[in-house]
């Protein structure tokens, strides 16, 4: 994590062309292009063709691609760019968010702080669609855990059910970065996963999370072949880390 990296990148995007008043202009978030700089900002290393593709970046590194969401859409690209080089997918979540409601024209409305606060565990809720990568040796995802402001724009009716229109989000600060280069580290959110069999409950008690968030992250290192169901403990499915020996 470079947060001085992070700082000129925030500046870069804010001081080119892409904010109006605050308001995201036309094409890529301000948080992808934000995360774009910040992993590489050599323009002529950004949005670079490969086969039919085009990737975000393409550096010493490798290739770096920035999803905010739609997991999906990264399938055929995996597929096409993994045989060949490593892969970086960044995906950004947002622990806290302040909400900022404006006009068309730009004036500021109202400003909060929504209550709802992202965790890295919201990643398994993204990367079901490309599970079956998630053993590839030239796969690595980072989760970028950030502070933004959400820009909303009221909507012109005198309906008071009509909501405002999120226009964009710009990353305000960076709280944590964490790294997967390997199916070891999932451990940093799964404490349990290279130690003897387990069920979501154990994992529930251990982590302080909630069954659902347990559940998902389980269904999803299980599909990805990170994790093997040996059996159950009443209800509950036992899971063991896959290089393990039963």
């Known amino acids: ?21 605050g308001i995201g202009t036309k094409g890529e978030g301000s948080v992808h292009a934000v995360l774009k700089n910040y992993f590489e900002k050599d323009k002529q290393s950004q949005e670079m063709p490969i086969g039919r593709f085009i990737a975000d970046i393409v550096g010493e590194d490798g290739i770096v691609e920035i999803q905010t969401s739609h997991f999906a ?27 900022v409601t404006m006009t068309h024209e730009g004036t500021v409305i109202a400003k ?28 690595s995802i980072h989760i970028m855990m950030l502070e ?3 820009y909303r724009i009221r909507q012109e009716t005198d309906s008071k059910r009509a909501k405002p229109h999120v226009s964009d989000r710009f990353p305000t600060k960076l709280v944590d970065e964490i790294r997967i280069d390997s199916p070891e580290d999932w451990e940093q959110l799964i404490p349990c996963l290279r130690k003897s069999e387990f069920t ?10 909630s069954r659902k968030y ?14 093997r169901r040996i059996g159950k ?12 020996t039963v």
């Open 1 to 21: 994590m470079d947060i001085l990296r992070f700082e000129e990148a925030c500046a870069r995007v804010r001081n080119g062309e892409r904010l109006i008043k």
């Open 73 to 99: 859409n990264l399938r055929d690209k995996l597929e096409a760019f993994l045989p060949v080089s490593r892969v970086t997918v960044v995906f950004p979540v947002y622990v806290n968010k302040d909400i």
């Open 112 to 139: 909060r702080r929504s209550p709802l606060k992202g965790t890295a565990f919201d990643i398994f809720r993204e990367i079901y669609p490309i599970a079956s990568f998630l053993t590839d040796s030239n796969l």
């Open 148 to 150: 933004c402001e959400e």
């Open 200 to 209: 979501s409950t154990d994992l529930i008690n251990i982590h302080h999370i």
């Open 214 to 227: 347990a559940s998902v992250a389980l269904s999803v290192l299980h599909k990805g072949g990170i994790l």
């Open 233 to 244: 403990r009443g209800n509950a499915f036992r899971y063991l880390y896959y290089k393990n």
